[in-house]
Nanobody, 126 residues
Framework: VQLQASGGGLVQAGGSLRLSCAASGRTFSSYSKGWFRQAPGKAREFVAAIRRSGGSTFYADSVKGRFTISRDNAKNTVYLQMNSLKPEDTAVYYC????????????????????WGQGTLVTVSS
């Protein structure tokens, strides 16, 4: 599976962006998908994930209520709608996919994902 993230850019605080992650391969719907981010000098952190079976979603506390992860299996694409952006949301955002565990705790872990996109930069100005 190859992932291609897009949609990053520069936005003012309070604004919105929608990230997209397009995947190759006909079995993308069988993978759980996640979004992670990495700010300069910091470790990569979990943002949101959507479970492959059932489509339930979960979020990091820092983005809950502002970000929404969704998927379009027909288009082999997963999205991250980001509203009410804050300067602390500035980071490179990565999409990821894996066909393994659907346990929430595992899906929040960087190590659980086998496939990664190249990242897209989101900059939120104050």
């Amino acid at each position: 599976v190859q992932l291609q993230a897009s949609g990053g850019g520069l936005v003012q605080a309070g604004g919105s962006l929608r990230l997209s992650c397009a995947a190759s391969g006909r079995t993308f719907s069988s993978y759980s998908k996640g979004w992670f981010r990495q700010a300069p000098g910091k470790a990569r952190e979990f943002v949101a994930a959507i479970r492959r079976s059932g489509g339930s979603t979960f979020y990091a506390d820092s983005v809950k209520g502002r970000f929404t992860i969704s998927r379009d299996n027909a288009k082999n694409t997963v999205y991250l709608q980001m509203n009410s952006l804050k300067p602390e949301d500035t980071a490179v955002y990565y999409c990821a996919a894996d066909g393994g565990s659907t346990i929430q705790g595992m899906m929040r872990s960087v190590e659980s994902y086998h496939y990664w996109g190249q990242g897209t930069l989101v900059t939120v100005s104050s």
